[in-house]
């Protein structure tokens, strides 16, 4: 039997849909306006349509959108003083700096230099290391995205074994921390890991998190398993666009899986979503309000 597509955009839809009902009483109780910024250093074409899609939605939700556009040639101390302003202004709850940065900015200490009450990508430190801890704190949107996909299939994850392949600070490494605070079983697989096919088909959880596309393929699988997919690499078709592949060899996935995340429609619809939701959370925060329900 053909596994079951997991819906990121009906799922992520809802979930706008509850941060913009969050939002109208926030406005309507405490006459505040949750506010985004994004920060965004050059202009790759792929940076720039998650950056737009991000500003529509983040004005769709009943947020403010500031978005802040630099040169590729900028100074890093340019990038500095305006996350200093950002860090300062009370009309900004959440600050994201897109990544990757050009060469010749120093990405950590840019990082580090984002008040962590309003680093809504959960990449500063203080957040990272509060989320290592077992400790709230605001956590990266992608695994946020695939943990509620997840809870989509399963309601519980406690002691269900989870394979998480990649170990990048925006999604691997958090992501098996909140898999912990789950009570998965993790094991965390990476460029360097032996039989990475059977460690997988030990899994019930897949996470794939690497950039090749199609890496996982069918017979990796445990009949039955939940896959998340969340990796994105863009490809030329022969009519001149551009298409978007995961890391799973879909077409495979499906025949043996339980479930399976499609790309695009998947993972990334989550990742946008859930940077509202961390808005609206540091929003509260910020303003002494309790937590929101989402
Ligand atoms: N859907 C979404 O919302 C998002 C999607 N992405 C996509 O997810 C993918 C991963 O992103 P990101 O984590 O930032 O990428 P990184 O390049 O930072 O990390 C990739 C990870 O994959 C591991 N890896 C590389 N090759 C292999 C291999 N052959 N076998 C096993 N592991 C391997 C690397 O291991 P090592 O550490 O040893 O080098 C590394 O840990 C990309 O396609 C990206 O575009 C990213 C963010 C959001
Ligand atoms: N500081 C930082 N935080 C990030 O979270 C971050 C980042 N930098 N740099 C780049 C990656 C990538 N990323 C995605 C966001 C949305 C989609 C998304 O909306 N994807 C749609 C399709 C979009 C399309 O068609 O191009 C989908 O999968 O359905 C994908 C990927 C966030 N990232």
Known sequence: ?????????VIAADLRAQVAGEVTRMKRDHGLTPGLAVVLVGNDPASEVYVRSKHKQTQAAGMASFEHMLPADVVQADVLALIAELNADAAVHGILVQLPLPKGLDTEAIIAAIDPAKDVDGLHPYNAGRLAGGLSAL?????????????????????LDAIVIGRSNLVGRPLVQLLLNENATVT??????????ELCRRADLVYAAVGKAEMVRGDWL???????????????????????????????AMQVAGAVTPVPGGVGQMTVACLLVNTLRAACAISGLPAPTV
Do not use: Q, W, Y
């Open 188 to 197: 965390i697989a990476h460029s360097r890991s032996r039989n990475l096919p």
């Open 139 to 159: 956590s990266p949107c992608t695994p946020l995205g695939c943990i509620i996909l997840t809870k989509s299939v399963h309601s519980s994850l406690e002691g």
């Open 222 to 252: 445990k009949p039955g398993a939940t896959v998340i997919d969340v990796g994105i690499t863009r490809v030329p078709t022969t009519d001149g666009k551009t298409r978007l592949i995961g890391d799973v060899a879909f077409d495979e």
């Open 1 to 9: 039997m053909a596994a079951s597509i997991i819906d990121g955009k």
